[in-house]
């Protein structure tokens, strides 16, 4: 648990040049990120990504909704960090985004990497507390890459214990409310309703099969 993810700081000085220290990779794209200023971001490996991600995570708003580093293997996906560190992203060898994340005060990242996303990325799954319509970050998914809702899920609290444990998951449910998740894909088929699933797995196994890899 982190006093970081409730509420917005910025990251500190002497974590950031941490963070920056561990950053290598080959050079990928060139993005302007203020007057003047530019980033590179890189292709990275599993190792360096993962621990980036887990540091920034712990400095991250809202990091809670993050899935730990240890939930995701990044051995077989494309992984790719800015060259500060401080904002990264996956992709799964079978098209799930995973990993997002971004330290940078301001915006523009999601928009930045756009075009990595729709040529690599299908399928997605965010985890939520309210309503789909009403959650920013799945707005956002739909609004820059197209990602459409096709499963989603009842209640995750118990799942999330199992994986998580009780002190995480009290903590995430005192300051954020009932999990659950949705999923979202990219694919020019109609979608149509939404599919409930009271379990979580049975729905990740469901948009797996129905959304192949390379489907748009």
Sequence with gaps: MSEFWHKKQEIPAEVREAIGGMVAGEPVARFAVGQGEELRLLKTDAKTFGRV??????YLYRGDYTAPVEENDYIDSDNYL???GLEGF???????LISLFSNRPGRGFSRRIRPFVLE???KLV???????????LARMYRREYGFEAFAETVNDEQVM???????????FV??????HHIF??????????VKKFEDYFAAYEYVNREIPNGER
């Design 53 to 58: 991600f887990a540091l920034n995570r712990e």
């Design 82 to 84: 800015t060259e500060d």
């Design 90 to 96: 996956a992709i799964t060898e079978n098209g799930w």
């Design 120 to 122: 690599k990325a299908n």
């Design 126 to 136: 965010c985890i939520l507390t309210t309503d789909y319509e009403d959650c920013h």
């Design 161 to 171: 214990r199992r994986y998580y444990g009780d002190a995480f998951v009290d903590e």
């Design 174 to 179: 005192r300051n954020n409310g009932i999990p």
């Design 184 to 193: 979202m894909v990219r694919t020019s088929r109609p979608i149509g309703q």
